[in-house]
């Protein structure tokens, strides 16, 4: 019996078939070890302009510098982290956390559908999209949106303007591992106006926010005070508790942020008090008369220089400007002073004017009796050294612009506002848990100029270009008419 014949075509099939089994098989190999690589490190490289879905050096330090585990729940499913480019981006900067460490773990919970997450923090009021960080044996909570910087449209919506959700969850991991929380109190009492988006943006930035009356409460348990622009003065108890508060037994280390407002009246008390510290607060509106030093050409929203460079240079970009809207102008009445500190932080420059607040509605700009430079902001100290090394210090930040803590100023990623202030509590507070991290856009690079720019490049484009146009074509055609 003869034996079967395999040909040479045969065997090509055989070895193709065997090929085509390895290949497929490894092609499920490579994307198994794939899958369990992008869950464990950051495999995808991010090429957009300002490394919009990566997280920065600073936040890799502090993942890399963990000794505890830290958990980052997320209060929705991954699908609803889809559709809006911020929300796959928010998503995409969370992934990165337990990517670059074994400490952080990163879970998506449905707490609606789980009642028993919800009875685990009793004290915590969730909402859909939060984000709970724990760890440390302390809980940060992190309204969803907290995640992102807002603003309003020509047409008056409100939309993303950018996103700060690596600032949000990097910090809320320092605030966790930190086993001090830092605690404002917001005095109210004497017709003090209600700033919602600065109080906003220092519980966001993990400060503790309570109310209090100078009068009854403990002020000692405060790191800071805010006074914003009261209506009515002060009493002198209240401005005797100011003082105790900012002595504090002799260890110092308090600071009182005052904003004053073109709205008040005279308030003779608290201007007593600010006097002792060495600054005066003037009357009237501090006005700019130069177009480029405005904000929208409005000449009352005017944009204040950086005269202290230690504070300018904890800036990302100190080019940024600083707008210091319907600013009342400010004096400082000593240098030094028995152990009394001034340093002008804000300027008004020579172009800037004043505005009486008895002046009548012709008033002009040639009317002005008072001209910069002039302060803007001013943070006066008293300080105790000790061998020549300053051992501890209170503060009182002084501010003619109870505006610039408007959401016009502090949503607006263009100007300074909210990062100065950031940077001016972070320091005065003593916080070394503290990161600055810029905000990332998704949209296109805006054009940063001045309005005296936008006038000079609208001549330029609408004027100068179609009439250098005009005459070129007019000389061809006159060229070749008459060559």
């Known amino acids: 019996m003869k034996k079967p014949v395999t040909t040479h075509s045969g065997k090509m099939k ?67 982290f889809s559709g809006d480019s911020y929300l796959v981006q928010a998503k995409r900067i969370l992934e990165h956390y337990p990517q670059y460490s074994d400490r952080v773990s990163l879970r998506y ?12 923090h009793p004290d915590l009021t969730l909402s859909e999209g939060d984000v709970i960080v724990s760890g440390n044996g302390r809980v940060r909570q992190v309204s969803m949106t907290s995640l992102f910087n807002y603003a309003y449209t020509a047409s008056g919506s409100l939309t993303i303007e950018s996103s700060r959700a690596e600032e949000a969850v990097t910090g809320a991991i320092l605030n966790v591992l930190s086993n001090r929380d830092v605690r404002i109190g917001v005095l109210t009492g004497n017709g003090q106006q209600d700033m919602p988006n600065f109080t906003a943006l220092l519980v966001n930035n993990n400060y503790v926010l309570e109310s209090a009356v100078a009068a009854t409460s403990d002020l000692s348990a405060y790191d800071a005070l805010l006074l914003l622009a ?46 002792e510290w060495g600054v005066t607060v003037g009357d009237g509106s501090v006005f700019e008369t130069k177009a480029e030093r405005t904000y929208q050409y409005q000449p009352y929203y005017p944009i204040a220089d950086y ?59 040639d009317d002005a009796q008072q001209w910069g430079p002039m302060p803007a902001m001013v943070l006066a100290s008293r300080k105790v050294y000790e061998n020549g ?26 100007l300074a506002n909210s990062s100065y202030l950031l940077n001016l509590f972070n320091t005065l507070t003593q916080r070394e848990e503290t990161v600055t991290i810029a905000p990332k ?23 100068v270009i179609p009439l250098a146009i005009l005459a070129a074509g007019i000389g061809v055609w006159l060229y070749r008419r008459y060559k």
């Open 14 to 80: 055989v070895i193709f078939a065997l090929i085509i089994v390895l290949l497929l098989a490894a092609t499920f190999l490579l994307n198994a070890v794939a899958l369990v690589l992008s869950n464990r490190f950051p495999l995808s490289v991010d090429l957009t302009a300002n490394a919009a879905y990566e997280i920065g050096d600073e936040t890799k330090q502090v993942l890399s510098a963990l000794s505890q585990d830290i958990t980052i729940d997320v209060l929705a499913t991954e699908e609803a």
């Open 109 to 120: 919970i449905d707490y609606a559908a789980d009642p028993s997450y919800a009875a685990s």
């Open 230 to 275: 009261p209506q009515s003065d002060l009493s002198e108890d209240d401005v005797r508790k100011l003082e105790e508060y900012l002595y504090n037994n002799g260890s110092y280390g308090k600071t009182l942020f005052y904003a004053a407002s073109v709205t008040q009246t005279v308030l003779p008390n608290l201007e007593t008090f600010l006097s």
């Open 307 to 365: 005269t202290s460079e230690n504070w300018r240079d904890m800036l990302i970009d100190s080019s940024t400007p600083m707008l210091m809207p319907l600013c009342r102008p400010l004096e400082v009445l000593f240098d030094s002073r028995d152990g009394q500190y001034t340093e002008t932080l804000l300027s008004f420059g020579e172009s800037a004017g004043v505005r009486p607040s008895d002046a009548g509605e012709g008033f002009a700009a």
């Open 389 to 414: 090394v300053l051992a501890k210090q209170s503060n009182v930040v002084v501010t003619g612009s109870v505006s610039m803590l408007e959401e016009v100023c502090l949503q607006n990623s263009s």
């Open 441 to 463: 856009s998704l949209s296109g690079k805006t054009l940063g100029i001045t309005t005296a720019q936008v006038s000079t490049l609208g001549m330029v484009l609408g004027g």
